[in-house]
């Protein structure tokens, strides 16, 4: 009997929400102490969870597979992440098109290298994945699927250090010689959070979807997601005030977190049919950045703002997997 995962999808939908807020700004008082844990806590620990589940699910379906099905599998994957990326950077590239400067060549460089290095309305996360799969898709033909998936976990271990100093940490470097190298990467590459820097969190995906079945006592689950996100509050405020770069994204708390916080949903059972939950964390990851962009042109204040993109988006997507068209579910689901 194939396993039900219910409660992860109802988690996906719960962080897609979490992205919406982001973007929409709410709880974004950095000055009011429980904005800022809401928001760096829990907030983002949303891509992070993303990467895990989708490497995850990918993991089961490669599992006992020999090479030439894992390539197909791997590939019709990458398909299904391609299309809708590239349809949504297209949709929402007027809004960042508007947003640079210079001659038309000195727009188009900037807009190919920002689409190369950081991919605008919230499509980072999908690009980062893209870009991973490409490099794990050559690891295991290169090695003929004899490649050690701890390996994997070690060398992406080390990239998410250098993540971490790209981003939350890099006041531990900024007045060291490290600091013109980390300088000249952000200015080359704009940020961290990209498919091998972070990697780490696909990589665990991929080895929890090996070794889940050794997980099995639920309240040892519990207890440890606790105790991992109290840490992660104390790690948010211990750094509040220190200098950082990117985004403000990346805590050391995450490695542990996001995978105990996923193991532990997968525990939980339902025999009910989440497709739809499912769909629709996906299609309102999609939408609401070109929603949002829309919307600002009339709306200020960011709860409105929050709660319209979600209602509209919602309404747009339900209408639009009732007519369950082959083409428009390639960009929706």
């Not at 703002?305 to 390639?330: C, E, G």
């Amino acid at each position: 009997m194939k396993e039900n995962y219910a409660y992860i999808d109802y988690l996906k939908l719960f962080f897609c929400i979490c992205v919406i807020g982001i973007h929409a700004q709410i709880f974004y008082d950095f000055d009011n102490t429980f904005d800022y844990v809401l928001f760096h806590s829990v907030f983002r620990s949303a891509v992070p969870f993303f990467f895990v589940a989708s490497t995850f699910f990918l993991g089961l379906k490669l599992k006992n597979k020999d090479l030439k099905d894992k390539n197909k599998i791997i590939n019709k994957y990458l398909i299904r992440l391609i299309i809708p990326y590239i349809f949504w950077m297209v949709v929402s590239s007027f809004k960042v098109i508007s947003m640079l400067e210079g001659s038309i060549l000195t727009k188009i460089i900037k807009l190919i290298r920002v689409a190369l290095f950081n991919p605008w309305s919230a499509l980072w996360y999908i690009w980062a994945l893209i870009i991973f799969l490409i490099i794990y898709k050559i690891l295991i033909n290169a090695f003929k699927d004899k490649f050690n998936i701890n390996i994997l976990v070690i060398i992406s271990l080390v990239l998410y250090l250098i993540a971490l100093i790209c981003n939350n940490y890099y006041f531990l470097i900024e007045n060291t010689f490290m600091n013109k190298i980390i300088n000249t990467y952000m200015n080359i590459f704009i940020t961290p959070r990209n498919g091998i820097l972070i990697s780490i969190f696909m990589v665990l995906g991929l080895k929890l979807s090996d070794i889940k079945d050794r997980f099995n006592n639920k309240n040892k689950l519990i207890i440890s997601s606790i105790i991992l996100f109290i840490i992660l509050v104390i790690e948010t405020l211990l750094i509040r005030n220190n200098s950082f770069l990117d985004d403000r994204s990346l805590y050391i708390t995450f490695i542990l977190f996001i995978p105990v916080l996923f193991i532990l949903f997968t525990k939980f059972k339902s025999n009910k049919n989440t497709t739809l939950i499912r769909n629709l964390s996906t299609g309102l990851y999609f939408m609401h950045c070109p929603t949002l962009m829309l919307l600002k042109l009339f709306l200020v204040n960011e709860y409105i703002l929050f709660i319209s993109v979600i209602a509209i988006d919602t309404i747009i997507l339900l209408v639009l997997y009732k007519i369950n068209n082959k083409y428009i579910n390639y960009v929706i689901k």
